[in-house]
């Protein structure tokens, strides 16, 4: 989403109108599968802040964004249809030289349960907690971006005055989005019914300044995928289960039900933690004589390889994470969902030849 982008020009400190117009303002849809998302796709606005920021850090004026109604400077009030139209702002203070914008807040716990009141965008962004208001829907997550005022494009507005100026401002989510497509298996294993797909280790609140809190790591046992237990109680959508079996499977691949859809689950990337993904399976066989699998087993992922074969060590936000297919092995089963990682100390020690004499037997 951006403005119209020029030139920097100085600002005094004489009063100035300030175009700003957003784009891709959609009406919002909540599901609990969805489609790969493209990098074309961007979040839809449906509400938030736009706040004008001195070169000194102040804020000198905020705005509401409203997804219904009219809009009304004097009520400090703007519509994301007047956003989407392009929204000219008159008689700015000349003192503002950037334009920060937060949308869709989702507050969090935490100090703030307003977007008002702050003084410096430094007090804003330390004292305003978010969360992510549905895990799985894509289009109402919390975007933010700022930019600074620059020179009118004459092109697009060819009747500009002297003292008219625009911001260019673009908006990214706070968040990050793992996408698994299917899971099958492979080698000797002949059958397996998938009976979740639990997220563990992520965090659920964040700063707009990145600090993250709230971390819900659970010790999960064997029976953890009860519904409704431990923190999937909180956090249901970050897990998917059903003990008659996930999706639809067709020659050991289990898929979403939907076809192209995924399994998808949003996370604030960074901290301490990056998130973790097990997955349950019932009624796993062998090909292989004498060979078997108690209920259930578990599969645990701790990281991810990108395309060049590199680990991913940082995840970024506003970044999908798409899993075409999860291959599954004999050697990757275990009884244990999610352990906590060890330090393992290895020595070897090499033994020496024992000589015994013998005598020979004629």
Same mark, same amino acid.
């Given at each position: 989403?951006?403005?119209?982008?020029?030139?920097?020009?100085? @600002?005094?400190?004489?009063?100035?109108?300030?175009?700003?117009?957003?784009?891709?303002?959609?009406?919002?849809?909540?599901?609990?599968?969805?489609?790969?998302?493209?990098?074309?796709?961007?979040?839809?606005?449906?509400?938030?802040?736009? *706040?004008?920021?001195?070169?000194?850090?102040?804020?000198?004026?905020?705005?509401?964004?409203?997804?219904?109604?009219?809009?009304? @400077?004097?009520?400090?009030?703007?519509?994301?249809?007047?956003?989407?139209?392009?929204?000219?702002?008159?008689?700015?203070?000349?003192?503002?030289?950037?334009?920060?914008?937060?949308?869709?807040?989702?507050?969090?716990?935490?100090?703030?349960?307003?977007?008002?009141?702050?003084?410096?965008?430094?007090?804003?962004?330390?004292?305003?907690?978010?969360?992510?208001?549905?895990?799985?829907?894509?289009?109402?997550?919390?975007?933010?971006?700022?930019?600074?005022?620059?020179?009118?494009?004459? !092109?697009?507005?060819?009747?500009?005055?002297?003292?008219?100026?625009?911001?260019?401002?673009?908006?990214?989510?706070?968040?990050?989005?793992?996408?698994?497509?299917?899971?099958? @298996?492979?080698?000797?294993?002949?059958? *397996? !019914?998938?009976?979740?797909?639990?997220?563990?280790?992520?965090?659920?609140?964040?700063?707009?300044?990145?600090?993250?809190?709230?971390?819900?790591?659970?010790?999960?046992?064997?029976?953890?995928?009860?519904?409704?237990?431990?923190?999937?109680?909180? *956090?249901?959508?970050?897990?998917?289960?059903?003990?008659?079996?996930?999706?639809?499977?067709?020659?050991?691949?289990?898929?979403?039900?939907?076809? #192209?859809?995924?399994?998808?689950?949003?996370?604030?990337?960074?901290?301490?933690? #990056?998130?973790?993904?097990?997955?349950?399976?019932?009624?796993?066989?062998?090909?292989?004589?004498?060979?078997?699998?108690?209920?259930?087993?578990?599969?645990?992922?701790?990281?991810?390889? #990108?395309?060049?074969?590199?680990?991913?060590?940082?995840?970024?936000?506003?970044?999908?994470?798409?899993?075409?297919?999860?291959?599954?092995?004999?050697?990757?089963?275990?009884?244990?969902?999610?352990?906590?990682?060890?330090?393992?100390?290895?020595?070897?020690?090499?033994?020496?030849?024992?000589?015994?004499?013998?005598?020979?037997?004629?």
């Amino acid at each position: 989403m951006s403005c119209s982008e020029n030139n920097d020009l100085p @600002v005094d400190t004489d009063n100035q109108s300030i175009y700003l117009k957003i784009g891709n303002i959609e009406s919002a849809q909540t599901r609990s599968e969805g489609t790969a998302v493209t990098e074309a796709e961007a979040v839809t606005l449906t509400d938030g802040y736009i *706040y004008f920021i001195t070169a000194q850090d102040g804020i000198k004026e905020w705005y509401k964004i409203a997804s219904s109604g009219t809009s009304n @400077v004097a009520n400090k009030v703007i519509t994301t249809t007047d956003l989407k139209n392009g929204f000219k702002f008159s008689n700015v203070s000349g003192e503002v030289s950037k334009v920060y914008i937060v949308g869709n807040p989702n507050l969090g716990s935490g100090e703030a349960t307003t977007m008002e009141g702050f003084k410096t965008l430094s007090e804003l962004k330390a004292g305003v907690n978010v969360g992510i208001s549905s895990q799985n829907n894509v289009q109402d997550l919390t975007i933010v971006g700022e930019g600074g005022v620059t020179a009118v494009n004459t !092109t697009q507005h060819p009747t500009a005055a002297a003292t008219d100026r625009q911001a260019v401002v673009s908006l990214t989510p706070l968040c990050a989005r793992i996408e698994i497509g299917a899971v099958k @298996v492979i080698g000797t294993i002949t059958g *397996y !019914t998938l009976k979740g797909i639990y997220v563990n280790r992520f965090y659920a609140n964040k700063t707009l300044s990145n600090v993250f809190s709230n971390l819900q790591s659970e010790e999960l046992t064997d029976n953890f995928s009860t519904a409704g237990t431990g923190i999937y109680s909180s *956090y249901p959508t970050m897990c998917d289960q059903n003990d008659a079996g996930l999706g639809s499977q067709a020659s050991l691949v289990t898929s979403p039900t939907t076809g #192209n859809n995924v399994w998808a689950y949003q996370f604030f990337p960074g901290g301490t933690e #990056n998130p973790r993904i097990t997955f349950k399976l019932t009624g796993v066989t062998s090909s292989v004589g004498g060979e078997s699998y108690p209920d259930p087993q578990f599969v645990n992922i701790r990281g991810f390889l #990108n395309s060049t074969g590199t680990a991913i060590t940082t995840f970024a936000p506003g970044t999908i994470y798409h899993i075409n297919e999860v291959s599954i092995e004999k050697n990757n089963l275990t009884q244990l969902p999610d352990p906590e990682d060890i330090n393992l100390w290895v020595t070897v020690t090499i033994n020496t030849w024992k000589v015994e004499v013998v005598t020979p037997i004629m």
